[in-house]
C-alpha cells in the first residue's frame, strides 16, 4: 500500500526565514575528475569521477542520484571538502571562487548518513551547543536560543526537546528525529549551502517523505541544498528542483528530474546502441509518479550489463550537455562582483568562529556538565581506585613504619603496587576517545573547535574527577598503612602518575586503529614498564643494554620519589652494608626532581595526543 506523504506543516515554506539568514550560494562544477591509486596495483589510476560538470543554484535542492558505485558520495565529499585521499581536476566554484578549506568548515553544513550526536545531551541541548560553538561569540545567548527555537519549530522537534539523543543501550529519539537533529546542527550556523549524504537512508516511507518535507521548506530560507539520495520515494523525488544522474562516475543525465528526465532517456532509445527493454518502454509511462525508480532501474541495469558508458557518451554529445556547460560557465563568471560579506567569507583563514578558550568553556558546560551526572561515565572512573585503594591498604594495614629489616622489601612491594595500579586503570579511558572518532571527525569538519580545545575539555573531565577522588583514596592508604614522609608528595605522586596514565591512554586511543588494538597495545607496554621501574629489577643488575629503557619509564621516577619519601628519614642498613635506597640505586636523588620527571612525561604524551589528533586521518574518504 502506497504511503501517503505529509502534508506540509507551518514550516520556512509558509512563513518568514530566520533572522540574519544569509541567502545561498551558486555552486558550479567544470571539468572536475576524481582519481586514486587501485589497492591491487599502485601503478594502477582509477577514476571515479570523470568530467563531471553542473550546478546548483540558491533555494533549490539537487539530488546526485546513480547505481552503487556511481560516484555520487565521492562527488558530495569533493563539494564540501572532505575527500582526504585522492587527486582532482578541475574546479569546484562557490560564487565563482575557489574556495578554502576554512571557508568550507565555517560557511557551509554537512548531513552525515549515519548519525553523529552526543548520546548524553538533549535535542535542545545539542542544538544549543553548536549554537554556542559555531555562532559568533558577540551573538547574546538569547539570540542563540531564540535561532534554536525557530529551527525546533521548523523541524517538528519541539515535541521531543528536552528528550536525550541516547543511544543503542539508552533509548532516546528516534532514527526520524536523529536525522532532522542533524539536520538542525548543520542549520544552525546558517550555512551558506548544505550538503546531505543519504537523509532518508534507514528510515521508512513515511518518515523519509516527513524528513525531505521540513528539507524542502528550508529552502525558501535561501540555503542551496545538494543531497545524495539513493531510491527515494515519489513523493520526496519530487521535490527536487534538479538532478544529476551518475554511472562509474560520468554524468549520464543532468537537467530537471521527472517528466523531463524520463523523457530524456526514452529519447535516446534505438540511438548509438543505446537500447531500453520493452517492459522499459512500456513502464516509463506506468512508473510515471515515480521517475525516480524508473531512472535508478534503467541505468542500473545498464551499469551491471556494461552499457552505461553509452549513456554517458550520449549525454556528452547531446544539446543538453552543450547547454549546461554554457550555463555553468556563465555561472561561474557572474560574480565579479562579490558583496564585501560574501568576499570576507570567501577569504576567511580562519579555522571556527569562536576562540579557543569559548570552545573550551563550552565543551565542559555541555559534556562536563553532563557526565558527571551520568553515573556510567562517574562509576567507571571512581569504583577501581575505591576498590584497589582499599584492597592495598587492608593487605598492608600498619606495615609503614615498621622498620625491621624483614619488612623493608614489603614497604618496597607496597609502594611499587600503588604507582602501577593507576598505570593499570588507564585502560579505562581508552573507549572515551575511540568511540568518538567519528564525531570528533564531524565537528571538526564543521570547525566548532580546534584539536587542543577538544583534548583540553576531554583531559579537565577526567583531572578534575579524579583530583576530588584521589583525595580520600590517597589519604586512607598513606594513613591505614602507616607510611612516611610528605603526604603531600605522596598524593601528588599518584595524581601526576594517574594523569600520565589517562593522557597515554588518550595517545594509544589515538594511535590505534580500532579499539581491539589499543585495548591490547596499551596494557603490553605498561607491562614492559614493571620490569625497568627499580623494584622487579634493581637498577644496577638490569643489563646494559636494557638500562636506556628505565630512563624513558615514568613508573621509575614515580617509584622512585615515593621510595625516597618513605626512607629519607629512616634509611636502615639492609644488605651487604647497604641501605634500603643504596641498595635499590637511587640513594642521593631528590624526590622532587623525581616527581617532576613524572610531570614531564605527562606533557609528552598529551604533545603526542595532540599531533596524532591533529595530523592522523581517521577517515578515508
Known amino acids: 500500500m502506497k504511503v501517503p506523504a505529509p502534508a506540509p506543516p507551518v514550516l520556512g515554506a509558509a512563513g518568514p526565514a530566520m533572522p540574519g539568514y544569509p541567502s545561498g550560494m551558486t555552486l558550479t562544477i567544470q571539468g572536475l575528475s576524481y582519481s586514486v591509486l587501485n589497492n591491487q596495483n599502485k601503478k594502477e589510476t582509477l577514476y571515479l569521477l570523470k568530467d563531471v560538470t553542473g550546478f546548483f543554484r540558491p533555494q533549490e535542492m539537487a539530488a546526485l ?13 569533493l563539494l564540501a571538502g ?15 571562487h575557489k574556495p578554502t578549506r576554512q571557508f568550507l568548515r565555517k560557511f557551509t553544513g554537512y548531513v552525515e548518513q549515519f548519525d553523529t550526536l552526543l548520546h548524553i545531551l538533549t535535542v535542545e541541548e545539542m542544538m544549543l551547543y553548536t549554537a554556542e560553538l559555531k555562532r559568533p561569540r558577540s ?39 536523529a536525522k532532522r537533529v542533524n539536520i538542525g546542527i548543520s542549520l544552525i550556523t546558517s550555512p551558506r549551502v548544505l550538503f546531505l549524504d543519504e537523509p532518508t537512508s534507514g528510515l521508512d516511507s513515511f518518515t523519509a517523505n516527513e524528513v525531505m518535507t521540513t528539507v524542502k521548506a528550508l529552502v525558501t530560507d535561501g540555503v542551496t541544498m ?68 524508473w531512472m535508478v532501474d534503467v541505468f542500473t541495469q545498464a551499469d551491471r550489463e556494461g552499457r552505461g558508458g553509452a549513456f554517458a557518451d550520449a549525454y556528452e554529445a547531446s544539446t543538453l550537455k552543450q547547454a549546461i556547460d ?13 558583496s564585501p560579506q560574501v568576499q570576507k567569507e570567501l577569504a576567511t ?44 591498604m587492608t593487605l598492608y594495614l600498619g606495615i609503614g613504619d615498621d622498620f625491621n629489616a624483614g619488612n623493608y622489601i614489603n614497604m618496597a612491594a607496597v609502594l611499587f603496587m600503588w604507582i602501577t595500579m593507576p598505570a593499570f586503570g588507564a585502560a579505562a579511558y581508552v573507549p572515551s576517545l575511540v568511540l568518538e572518532r567519528n564525531l570528533f571527525a564531524r565537528e571538526r569538519n564543521d570547525g566548532l573547535y580546534r584539536v587542543f580545545t577538544y583534548l583540553g575539555a576531554k583531559m579537565f573531565d577526567e583531572l578534575a574527577i579524579n583530583l576530588v577522588v584521589s583525595l580520600p583514596v590517597v589519604a586512607a592508604a598513606f594513613y591505614g598503612i602507616r607510611l612516611q614522609g610528605s603526604f603531600v608528595l605522596f598524593w601528588l605522586v599518584y595524581y601526576m602518575t594517574l594523569c600520565v596514565g589517562i593522557v597515554l591512554a588518550y595517545f594509544v586511543a589515538a594511535l ?4 581491539d588494538v589499543a585495548n591490547a597495545a596499551l596494557p603490553v607496554y605498561v607491562s614492559t614498564l614493571l620490569y625497568f621501574g627499580g623494584f622487579l629489577f634493581t637498577f644496577s643488575t638490569m643489563p646494559p643494554w636494557w638500562k636506556w629503557y628505565s630512563f624513558i619509564n615514568p613508573l621509575r621516577y614515580s617509584w622512585t620519589a615515593v621510595m625516597i619519601n618513605q626512607f629519607e628519614a629512616n634509611d636502615p642498613v639492609w644488605l651487604n652494608g647497604q641501605t ?40 578515508k574518504r
Not at 546513480?66 to 555520487?72: A, D, E, L, Y
Not at 573550551?360 to 567507571?380: D, E, I, M, Q
Request: one cysteine or more; glycine letters at 10%.
Open 349 to 392: 583563514r580562519s579555522e571556527t568562529v569562536t576562540p579557543w578558550w569559548w570552545g573550551l568553556k563550552t565543551l565542559v558546560k555541555y559534556r562536563t556538565t553532563n557526565n558527571y551526572t551520568s553515573s556510567a561515565f562517574l562509576g567507571a572512573r571512581i569504583g577501581d581506585k575505591v576498590l584497589m585503594g582499599l584492597l592495598i
Open 226 to 293: 545538494v543531497a545524495t539520495i539513493h531510491s527515494p520515494t515519489a513523493y520526496s523525488f519530487s521535490l527536487f528542483d534538479s538532478l544529476m544522474m551518475l554511472v562509474r562516475g560520468r554524468t549520464v543525465y543532468f537537467g530537471k528530474p521527472g517528466d523531463a528526465a524520463v523523457s530524456y532517456v526514452r529519447a535516446l532509445h534505438g540511438a548509438q546502441g543505446i537500447t531500453l527493454t520493452q517492459q522499459q518502454l512500456d513502464s516509463s509511462s506506468a512508473w510515471s509518479h515515480n521517475a525516480a525508480e
Open 580 to 619: 634500603v635506597l643504596e641498595y635499590y640505586g637511587i640513594a642521593g636523588q631528590s624526590k622532587w626532581a623525581n616527581f617532576g620527571y613524572v610531570a614531564c612525561f605527562f606533557w609528552f604524551f598529551m604533545v603526542c595526543a595532540w599531533a596524532t589528533l591533529s595530523f592522523k586521518n581517521y577517515q
Open 82 to 96: 572532505r575527500k582526504t585521499v585522492g587527486s582532482m581536476e578541475g574546479s569546484i566554484l562557490f560564487a565563482g
Open 326 to 338: 554554457a550555463e555553468a560557465l556563465a555561472l561561474a563568471q557572474s560574480h565579479a562582483d562579490l
Open 65 to 77: 542520484m546513480g547505481p552503487s558505485g556511481s560516484g555520487k558520495t565521492t562527488l558530495l565529499d
Open 512 to 515: 590505534a586503529p580500532s579499539m
Open 139 to 177: 551573538e547574546p545567548l538569547a539570540s542563540k536560543k531564540a535561532a534554536v527555537d525557530t529551527l525546533l519549530e521548523k523541524l517538528g522537534l519541539t515535541p521531543c526537546r528536552h528528550v536525550k539523543i541516547g543511544n543503542p543501550l539508552e533509548k532516546g529519539i528516534s532514527g526520524g528525529q
